[in-house]
C-alpha cells in the first residue's frame, strides 16, 4: 500500500529554518514525481514546490523561490523541502504529494497524499 509519511514540521521564529522530509512506503520513488503543498487556516491548498522523477527539473512558487529547496534521495525514498529565512506568511499545514509520472504543478495532478505536517512561524 502506497503511503507518505512528512515530518519535520514545528514553531520557528521569523527567518529561521526548517527541513520537512516526505518517507514514502509500498512503491519506489523512481516513478514518481512528487510535489509540497501547503494550507494556510481559512486558505485553499497553493502548491509550493514540484521535482521530476530524477529530480533534474524542480518548480517553485513565486512566493518561497530563492528560500526553499526540494530534494529526493530516491535510495532511502525520501523527498525533502529545505525551507529557509521562514517568514509568518509560511505558516501552513504542509502537504507532501506524488504522481505516477512526468513533473507536474497543480494539486489535481497528484495521486496520492500525506497526512501532513504543520509548520508555524512566529515570534
Known amino acids: 500500500q502506497l503511503q507518505l509519511v512528512e515530518s519535520g514540521g514545528g514553531l520557528v521564529q521569523p527567518g529561521g529554518s526548517l527541513r520537512l522530509s516526505c518517507a514514502a512506503s509500498?512503491?519506489?520513488?523512481?516513478?514518481?514525481?512528487f510535489g509540497w503543498f501547503r494550507q494556510a487556516p481559512g486558505k485553499e491548498r497553493e502548491g509550493v514546490s514540484c521535482i521530476s522523477r530524477s529530480g533534474g527539473s524542480t518548480n517553485y512558487a513565486d512566493s518561497v523561490k530563492g528560500r526553499f529547496t526540494i530534494s529526493r534521495d530516491n535510495a532511502k525514498n525520501t523527498v525533502y523541502l529545505q525551507m529557509e529565512s521562514l517568514k509568518p506568511e509560511d505558516t501552513a499545514v504542509y502537504y507532501c504529494a506524488a504522481r505516477d509520472g512526468m513533473l507536474r504543478t497543480r494539486l489535481s495532478d497528484f495521486d496520492y497524499w500525506g497526512q501532513g505536517t504543520q509548520v508555524t512561524v512566529t515570534a
Open positions: 509500498g512503491f519506489t520513488l523512481d516513478y514518481y514525481a
